[in-house]
C-alpha cells in the first residue's frame, strides 16, 4: 500500500508571495492533518481534516488556510508569505474512527527568501 | 498544559547499549502516546504507541513505560544499533473536540548509536 503521498518536495518562493502544498492520505485513510517543523519551534499542529470539514486549528495565523477534498486529499495555503513561514510542512493521515495511528509523509521544504 | 517535556536532548550509546528516552506532560486530557522516529530528509516515521490503561508495551526492541499517576512515558530501545542513530519524538494526543487529529509532540531527542 502505497504511504503518504506530498507534493511538491521542495520549493523556494519570495516574501510576499503564496504557496499551495498538496498531499495525498494513505488508501482509506479519511483524516489528514498538516504540520509545521522547525528547528526552533519543533513540530506543530496546523489543521485537521476530516470529510472535508476543518475539525481542528492550531496556532498560526490565518494566512495558513487548507482544505480537503472529496477524496481525502487535502491542499494547505500560504499567502503573503514571511522568511519565518521556512519550514519543512508534514502531512499525515490516518483512519479516524478510533483508531489514533498517524502516518507522515516525507514533507515539502519551503524557503522563503 | 498542552506542552509535552523531553530529555535528553541529544544521547550517545554504545552499540548493542540500551537507549532511554523520557517525557512528561501535563494535560491530563491527552490518552494517547506514540513514539516517532524521524531520519534526515524524511517525515517521522511512527515506532510505537500506548495508551493510560497499560503500563508497558513492547514491540521487538522497542518498549514504551507509562506511569500515569507521575505523567511520564519513556522510550527504551533494547540493543541499540548504528542504524537506530536518528531523532526520536514523543508525542500525545487527546480525545475529541479540540484535539482532533492534533498530536502535541516532545522538542525530540537526537540519539547516536556508536559502533
Known amino acids: 500500500k502505497a504511504g503518504v503521498t506530498q507534493t511538491p518536495r521542495y520549493l523556494i518562493k519570495t516574501r510576499g508571495q503564496q504557496v499551495t502544498l498538496s498531499c495525498s492520505p494513505i488508501?482509506?485513510?479519511?483524516?489528514v492533518s498538516w504540520y509545521q517543523q522547525t528547528p526552533g519551534q519543533g513540530l506543530q499542529f496546523l489543521f485537521e481534516?476530516?470529510?472535508?470539514?476543518?475539525?481542528n486549528k492550531g496556532n498560526f495565523p490565518g494566512r495558513f488556510s487548507g482544505r480537503q477534498f472529496s477524496n481525502s486529499r487535502s491542499e494547505m495555503n500560504v499567502s503573503t508569505l514571511e522568511l519565518g513561514d521556512s519550514a519543512l510542512y508534514l502531512c499525515?493521515?490516518?483512519?479516524?474512527?478510533?483508531?489514533?495511528?498517524?502516518?507522515f509523509g516525507p514533507g515539502t521544504r519551503l524557503t522563503v527568501t | 498544559q498542552q506542552q509535552v517535556k523531553q530529555s535528553p536532548q541529544s544521547l550517545i550509546v554504545q552499540k548493542g547499549g540500551i537507549s532511554i528516552i523520557n517525557c512528561a506532560y501535563e494535560n491530563t486530557a491527552f490518552d494517547y502516546f506514540p513514539w516517532y522516529q524521524q531520519f534526515p530528509g524524511k517525515g517521522p516515521a511512527l515506532l510505537i504507541a500506548?495508551?493510560?490503561?497499560?503500563s508497558e508495551k513492547k514491540e521487538g526492541r522497542f518498549t514504551i513505560s507509562f506511569n500515569k499517576s507521575a505523567k511520564q512515558f519513556s522510550l527504551h530501545i533494547m540493543d541499540s544499533q548504528p542504524g537506530d542513530s536518528a531523532t526520536y519524538f514523543c508525542a500525545a494526543e487527546g480525545t475529541g473536540g479540540t484535539s482532533y487529529g492534533k498530536l502535541t509532540f516532545g522538542q525530540g531527542t537526537i540519539l547516536t548509536v556508536h559502533p
Open positions: 481534516y476530516f470529510s472535508e470539514t476543518q475539525r
Open positions: 488508501s482509506g485513510h479519511r483524516s
Open positions: 499525515a493521515s490516518s483512519r479516524a474512527g478510533g483508531l489514533r495511528e498517524q502516518y
Open positions: 500506548i495508551r493510560p490503561d497499560v
